[in-house]
């Protein structure tokens, strides 16, 4: 007799094997599922950090041109009052000269010119304040 070689027959699953073997695919599927989910977020947030940078960019690019705006503003306004000084002084100067004792004339002209002073110091006061605070 000869001899037969015995086929090894293949098991059969169980349900509850099959279930488990299907389930894990699952578990697979949905693991690479979030992990997809994980790495858009990572981009998104990458994207938002690189908007963020460049508004941040632009922000500091405006405030300076608004403070080199600002500091050639001031050097008129301040060259604009020494003017108004060296102005003032050779006033006085020529008033007291020709007062000849009459100083109370030249005490009101005086009194005019440095208020007009004031005003226009007050004014650039005021203007950098408001164009630094908003």
């Known amino acids: 007799m000869a001899a037969r070689a015995a086929k090894k027959r293949a098991k059969r699953k169980s ?8 389930s894990a695919a699952q ?13 858009r977020l990572e981009k998104l947030t990458a994207e938002i950090q690189k908007g963020l940078r460049q508004a941040e960019r632009k922000i500091a690019a ?17 060259r604009l009052m020494k003017r ?8 006085l100067t020529r008033l007291s000269g020709a007062a000849e004792g009459s100083w109370q004339g030249v005490r009101r002209r005086a009194d005019a010119l440095v208020a007009d002073a004031r005003g226009t110091a007050a004014s ?11």
């Open 124 to 134: 650039l006061v005021r203007r950098l304040q408001r164009a630094l605070t908003g």
């Open 84 to 91: 108004k000084q060296r102005e003032v002084t050779r006033i």
């Open 62 to 78: 405006d405030a300076r041109a608004r403070i080199r705006a600002l500091r050639s503003d001031a050097r008129k306004q301040l």
């Open 15 to 22: 349900p509850r094997r099959r279930r488990t073997a299907s």
């Open 27 to 39: 578990r697979t599927a949905l693991r690479r599922e979030i992990q997809a989910g994980v790495k």
